[in-house]
């Protein structure tokens, strides 16, 4: 049973910093690409980072310079570190382990709410 489960999310005052963790259960995770999405409220869920098997990575414009995101193939884990937070980053942050466009699994979702 593929299993994904983020943590690490809570409130935060704006310029804070947080980092959010995904670990994988039930599948080879060395093999998929990780990322991570976000919604927010009367919103589409969107991209917000991602990382390869390869290490390479992908970022939204909204949060280049300011978002990293990492793994840990050793520890099945996924990272999304997130500096200098604005209150347009509050949403459910997502993870996601794709291996191809049918073979793809989903967290349940951490909640990321930056106010002050």
Not at 14 to 28: D, E, V
Request: proline fraction near 3%; hydrophobic fraction near 35%; glycine fraction near 10%.
């Amino acid at each position: 049973q593929v299993q994904l489960v983020e943590s690490g999310g809570m409130l935060v005052q704006p310029g804070g910093s947080l980092r959010l963790s995904c670990a994988g259960s039930g599948i080879i995770f060395r093999l998929y690409a990780m990322g991570w999405y976000r919604q927010a409220p009367g919103k589409q869920r969107e991209l917000v980072a991602a990382i390869t098997s390869g290490l390479s990575t992908t970022y939204a414009d909204s949060v280049k310079g300011r978002f990293t995101i990492s793994r840990d193939n050793a520890k099945n884990t996924v990272y999304l570190q997130m500096n200098s937070l604005k209150p347009e980053d509050t949403a459910v942050y997502y993870c996601n382990a794709a291996l191809s466009d049918r073979v793809n699994y989903w967290g349940q979702g951490t909640q990321v709410t930056v106010s002050s």
